[in-house]
Every structure is written in structure tokens, then in C-alpha cells.
């Protein structure tokens, strides 16, 4: 995925990304089923104020609506 913020061209290491993945996961279930949506909207917007880049946010829906 080529959507990074352009002030920051640093992308994490495949190990970061599984470290990353498994937080998300334990984070989901720890949520709930009733939960999960809530949770994984309001950590997109905390993600998207960290990115503070609007268009850079939409690249990313985009990246993530592909291939489901």
C-alpha cells in the first residue's frame, strides 16, 4: 500500500505489522461482537487525526475497501 503521509516516508517492518495485527485482533475481541464497529471507527478517527491529512485518510478507505 503506497497511501503514506507524505511528510513520513517510514513504513513499518513485516514484524511490526504482526505486532500491530495482534494488538488490533486482541483488541476486537476484547471489544465484543456488539462493539467492534464502534471500537474500529473510533480508532480510524483517532488514526486520522494522528495522519492530519485528509486526502492521505481517503487513500487508506480506499486501500482497505479493495479486495474484500
Known amino acids: 500500500m503506497n497511501t ?13 505489522l504482526e505486532q500491530v495485527y495482534d494488538a488490533l485482533a486482541t483488541a476486537i475481541d476484547q471489544a465484543g461482537s456488539d462493539k467492534a464497529t464502534l471500537f474500529l471507527v473510533k480508532l480510524a478517527l483517532l488514526n486520522a487525526n494522528a495522519l492530519a491529512d485528509p486526502a492521505v485518510f481517503a487513500a487508506h478507505i480506499d486501500a482497505a475497501l479493495r479486495d474484500l
Open 4 to 16: 503514506q503521509n507524505p511528510a513520513s516516508t517510514a513504513q513499518l517492518t513485516v514484524p511490526a
